[in-house]
């Protein structure tokens, strides 16, 4: 369909780029999931016991890779939660967890920056969050790393440091939910498609940041991600 049939041009893929190569991921969804570290659940004031897992979604938009996050308007207090990215090449419905890695591409590195403000704001009056969640650059991350040279990493340590402090640190192991439950139990939800890319929850320490703050995130054996407050 050429561009003539559009009232304006639709708006650009978001495009994600892959550690040494020239090639990009195409991004379709971005589904994020909730609470799937179980200190972070008693920090956030849950029981950490294993429920079926919670989603909700960012925009494709809402990813950033230039290293850079613009403080957000209508907050006064906004965290960092650091997690692993897993990018789909393949979906469908009802995927078994024996066959969920078979879906990935990829990892990446990836802050869920969140309008905590806001989000106790929703969590009052029982609404949405996208408000809290799904804000422009909302979800800065690293270049893409293929499963085809780390394979999949199920354990490792997953930190994140504010201007050189250590604010959060976990492990891989640590997830309530497993990256390949995870796909099984969002694919009996929704069907799945190449360009889908999940973020699968953050481990304890989430705290605020302030304009100024140099976030430095890792995931031992995926990767690290430098990203500026401003």
Request: glycine share 10%; with cysteine; charged share 25%.
């Amino acid at each position: 369909m050429g561009s003539d049939h559009f009232v304006f041009s639709p708006a650009p893929l978001t495009a994600w780029p892959i550690e040494g190569e020239d090639r990009f991921f195409p991004v379709r969804r971005v589904y994020c999931v909730g609470r799937n570290y179980a200190d972070h659940a008693r920090e956030m004031g849950h029981d950490p016991d294993r429920e079926p897992p919670f989603f909700f979604q960012k925009n494709p938009q809402n990813l950033t890779f230039d290293g850079r996050f613009a403080y957000p308007v209508a907050t006064g207090d906004v965290h960092h939660e650091v997690e692993l990215a897993v990018a789909l090449s393949k979906g469908g419905e009802a995927i078994a967890a024996e066959n969920a890695l078979d879906c990935v591409f990829g990892y990446a590195v990836a802050l869920d920056m969140t309008r905590r403000d806001r989000q106790a704001e929703a969590k009052k009056a029982s609404r949405p969050w996208e408000i809290a969640k799904a804000f422009e650059g909302s979800a800065p991350a690293a270049a893409l790393v293929p499963a085809s040279r780390i394979g999949h990493p199920g354990n490792g340590a997953i930190t994140l440091d504010v201007n050189g402090a250590r604010r959060q640190e976990g492990d891989l192991n640590q997830m309530i939910w497993p990256v390949a439950d995870v796909i099984a139990c969002l694919s009996g939800l929704f069907t799945l498609a190449p360009g889908d890319v999940i973020l699968t929850g953050t481990p304890a320490g989430v705290g605020a940041v302030e304009r100024g703050d140099r976030l430095e995130a890792a995931i031992e054996g995926v990767g690290r991600l430098s990203v500026s407050v401003v």
